[in-house]
Structure formats: C-alpha cells, structure tokens
C-alpha cells in the first residue's frame, strides 16, 4: 500500500536524442550513461482508496495535475499492469540541487516506477521496472541501474529497456559538473528532440554515429581507458549538438559560458591533462577524467569559473528502497 524508493540521476556518455514512439518512449537508438552518486530522488507512493486523482508534491509543493501528465502515464501502466484502479498520494524530495542544472527527470521517474510498482504489489524485476521508469522520461530507464548502464532501443515496449554493463566501477571515471547557468532551459528534450528528428538533414548520420559510438564505447568499457570513454563521449555530444544547430529552426543549448568551458577543457586536453567535456539540453559543462587528476583539474577549472559552481560526481548506485 506505501512504499519509498531512492533513485540516482545519470549522464548519458552516449547520448539518446530522440523518439520513434511518443507515447511508449521508444528511442531511436541505443544509449549508454553513468549513474551520478551525489544526485538523487527520493519518492514516496500511498494508495488511498478515498482519492478521485493522483497527488503529486515535489519538494513540499502540490504540483497542479495539470502538469502531471508524464506521472499519470506512469501510473497508470502500474494500474493496468497491477489491475488496481485506486489513486495514490506521491511525495517526493530531489537531492538534485536545483541549481545544479542536472536532469533530474531521471532520478524521478526512476523512483516513482520503483515506489509505485511496490506500493502496487507488483514484483517487477528491473529490467521491467526500467521499462516503467522509460514511459515518464527516457533517461530515468537508465536510472534504474547503477554504474555504467545501456539502454537497449529495442524494437518495442517489451525489448527497449536498460542493462548494466558494469554496476560497481573498479576505476577512477569520474565527472566534474561545471554549473555554468542554473535557470530553466528554454527548449525542453522533448520538443527538442521532436523538432530535430523531423527537420535535421543530419538525423540520418546521428543514428549510424551512434551505432558506431555504441560498438567503441562499450571496447573501451571493457578496457576501462577513461581517455577513450571521455573522447567518445565528447564527440558523441559535440553530434547532438550539431543536430540542434541544424534543425530548422535551429537553436542552441549552449551559451556563451559552455563554449568557454569548452575551450578551457581543449586547452587542458592540448596541455597534456587528459579530461573531456560533454553537454546535455542544457548549457552546463560536464568534464570526465581520472579520478587521480582530480585536485589537478578542479584547480585548473576553478582559476576561471567559481569553486562553489564546480560539483564532483563519482559513479552511484541504482534504484534501492528505504
Ligand atoms: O529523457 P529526457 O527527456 O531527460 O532526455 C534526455 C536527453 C539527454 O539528456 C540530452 C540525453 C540522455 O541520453 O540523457
């Protein structure tokens, strides 16, 4: 009848840019992130009978059910799938600081599937939990799993869902988020993929880019060499991004201060300090590197950008229930 689920957010080292399926959240190619230790949400789901709707609260305030559509396709899945048609209430608190510009969709989603699922007494494994988290947002699929973790794109609802390619990192990955701008974004992933799938010229290429990035990424998991996975993953969004540029309208992500840290990284790189940066539908800079670089680079990044504005992540855990 209640259950509480913690779920960690993640980084797409290759990024998902974009659905075949709108309302099932089918992806157009695979994708492959890093679960984030220090960024988490933490969801509570009660069924009550006496309810006419679901309610949400996020971080102390009643969300307007206006705005819940992505939480009641979730909840309804766990509805048919369970075959109950009671509402629930949903609490649930971000351990994403706001501020850190950090998807938090995906933690969310991921625990909401999780808390919902048991509060609902389905036994899901989490290969069909990551199914559940898929239909609120597509990177919570990932967020089910800890480590680095694939999201298979699947041919349909049963075959697109996430795996872990290695839960517990026996190596030094490591990521600095630089938080560049922390107010909304002005174009959602949504609507940002949508429009680049419908007008790219490029959109085509992403998808064998993407099988390519797939295929080396994984090669340089299993050979655990960070300079590979951090250059893979920054060309892989350095292509995303140029998807954006050319769509029609094209647009950007990025403002003046990503391109900054941009070229700060390539100067470091060029300086023989190994680190890469990558981008998501936002204008914060994530840097990868080897976690003995550390003090290293977080000295370098923080002689031009603020040291309160710089958040270090090692690789977290998947969905647990407290
Ligand atoms: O699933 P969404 O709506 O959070 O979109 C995620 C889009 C990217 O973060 C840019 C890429 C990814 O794979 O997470």
């Known amino acids: 009848m209640k259950a509480t689920a913690r779920a960690h957010t993640n980084i797409a080292l290759v990024k998902y840019w974009g659905k075949r399926d709108q309302e099932l959240i089918l992806?157009?190619?695979?994708?492959?992130?890093?679960?984030?230790?220090?960024?988490?949400?933490?969801?509570?789901?009660e069924i009550d009978p006496t309810l006419a709707a679901d309610q949400l609260s996020i971080d102390g305030n009643q969300v307007d059910p206006s705005k819940m559509g992505k939480v009641e396709r979730v909840m309804d899945t766990i509805r048919s799938w369970s075959q109950q048609n009671h509402f629930a209430r949903i609490t649930s608190t971000n351990h994403v600081p706001m501020s850190a510009g950090l998807a938090s969709s995906a933690s969310a989603f991921a625990?909401?599937?999780?808390?919902?699922?048991?509060?609902?007494?389905?036994?899901?494994?989490?290969?069909?939990?990551?199914?559940?988290?898929?239909?609120?947002?597509?990177?919570?699929?990932?967020?089910?799993?800890?480590?680095?973790?694939?999201?298979?794109?699947?041919?349909?609802?049963?075959?697109?869902?996430?795996?872990?390619?290695?839960?517990?990192l026996d190596f030094g990955l490591e990521m600095i988020a630089i938080l560049v701008d922390t107010s909304a974004k002005k174009v959602s992933s949504r609507g940002g993929m949508q429009l680049t799938?419908?007008?790219?010229?490029?959109?085509?290429?992403?998808?064998?880019?993407?099988?390519?990035?797939?295929?080396?990424?994984?090669?340089?998991?299993?050979?655990?060499?960070i300079n590979a996975i951090g250059h893979i993953a920054q060309e892989n969004a350095?292509?995303?991004?140029?998807?954006?540029?050319?769509?029609?309208?094209?647009?950007?992500?990025?403002?003046?201060?990503?391109?900054?840290?941009?070229?700060?990284?390539?100067?470091?790189?060029?300086?023989?300090?190994?680190?890469?940066?990558?981008?998501?539908?936002?204008?914060?800079?994530?840097?990868?590197?080897?976690?003995?670089?550390?003090?290293?680079?977080?000295?370098?990044?923080?002689?031009?950008?603020?040291?309160?504005?710089?958040?270090v992540a090692s690789a977290g855990p998947g969905v647990t229930y407290l």
Not at 218 to 224: C, F, S, V
């Open 27 to 45: 992806p157009q190619t695979d994708s492959l992130s890093l679960t984030l230790d220090p960024f988490y949400t933490d969801t509570t789901v």
């Open 238 to 311: 350095l292509r995303m991004h140029a998807l954006t540029l050319s769509a029609d309208p094209g647009f950007t992500y990025f403002d003046g201060d990503t391109i900054k840290a941009m070229h700060l990284i390539d100067d470091l790189q060029a300086a023989g300090i190994n680190c890469y940066y990558t981008m998501d539908a936002g204008p914060n800079v994530k840097v990868l590197y080897d976690r003995r670089d550390r003090s290293l680079i977080l000295q370098r990044l923080g002689d031009v950008f603020n040291p309160d504005r710089l958040v």
């Open 111 to 168: 625990a909401l599937a999780a808390a919902g699922a048991k509060a609902y007494g389905l036994q899901l494994a989490r290969r069909d939990l990551s199914r559940l988290a898929r239909r609120g947002s597509g990177s919570a699929t990932r967020s089910i799993f800890g480590g680095l973790v694939q999201w298979h794109r699947g041919h349909d609802d049963q075959s697109s869902y996430a795996e872990p390619i290695m839960e517990k």
């Open 197 to 225: 799938v419908k007008t790219s010229p490029f959109y085509k290429a992403w998808k064998e880019v993407v099988q390519t990035d797939m295929s080396n990424m994984l090669a340089a998991i299993k050979d655990k060499n």
